[in-house]
């Protein structure tokens, strides 16, 4: 799936034809009056599958857009909602239907913090920015993306989580305050052990030691000795610059002249 694939204007306009995007609120069955600012549920359709709606106020009330699995919005500057409201930085409240999942970001092209949500979101003012203590997401959401959940996802304790990521990557265990940030983000943030990991991998740390100890392990494991200065830039260049994970290194050792010969005998 393309990240990046932009959520067609010609969508947004069949939204605007084809009325609110509104969604029900279940506190009350038979749903407020419609009205400015109300939510107008009965003309909601539930049986359209998968997509998170994006509200303009709390409570899942005022205009809103739906969004499907599979499309971005890469930048919400110059967007609008249905009845023509503002888009960017004007979200308050978002649900969640079908197996969906959204990532949200407090810039464009998916950029800045991010949090990411499998459930509702009555109100954003509860959901603090990574860090704050009175900032919140409120009105913060310039850029998100849609994708379907996957079935195969399991909830693990967030410090196991933690302590993992750390040990691969930094070949440690998490300081206090590492795993005090990690473990909110885990919970308040909706953030993955992938998340996690790409975090970490972009941290100072990473990139003066994590990556060379995960080298050396992997020459160690797969060719029994120390890697070479040349090696040793070669992969240290693939695990920052491309993403590559120590899967990938060690693949890429097995695949050698050096690692054939050697076990060319067994």
Not at 206 to 214: C, V
């Amino acid at each position: 799936m393309n990240l990046s694939r932009q959520f067609p204007l010609f969508c947004l306009l069949a939204a605007v034809a084809a009325g609110q995007y509104q969604a029900h609120d279940r506190r009350d069955e038979r749903g407020p009056e419609r009205g400015p600012g109300r939510d107008q549920s009965r003309g909601y359709d539930h049986s359209r599958g998968p997509r998170v709606i994006f509200y303009q106020d709390t409570d899942f009330r005022g205009d809103a857009l739906a969004v499907y699995p599979g499309e971005a919005l890469e930048n919400l500057s110059g967007l609008s909602f249905p009845n023509g409201g503002k888009l960017n930085d004007r979200i308050s409240s978002i649900r969640v239907e079908g197996g969906a999942e959204v990532y949200v970001y407090t810039d464009a092209r998916f950029r800045g913090e991010v949090m990411r949500l499998t459930e509702n979101v009555r109100n954003l003012t509860g959901r603090l920015l990574p860090g704050g203590v009175s900032a919140s997401w409120n009105d913060r959401i310039s850029s998100l993306r849609v994708e379907m959940r996957r079935r195969d996802e399991s909830w693990e304790e967030p410090n196991v989580v933690i302590k993992r990521a750390y040990l691969d990557l930094l070949g440690r265990e998490p300081d206090p305050s590492g795993m005090r940030n990690y473990r909110g983000l885990m919970i308040d943030q909706g953030w993955t052990e992938r998340m996690v990991r790409d975090h970490i991998r972009r941290s100072d740390e990473f990139r003066h030691e994590g990556a060379d100890r995960i080298i050396r392990r992997a020459y160690l494991d797969v060719l029994g000795r120390e890697p070479d200065p040349s090696g040793l830039k070669h992969h240290r260049h693939n695990l920052l610059e491309k993403d590559w994970t120590e899967g990938d290194v060690r693949d890429a050792l097995r695949q050698s002249d050096e690692y054939q010969k050697k076990n060319s005998g067994r």
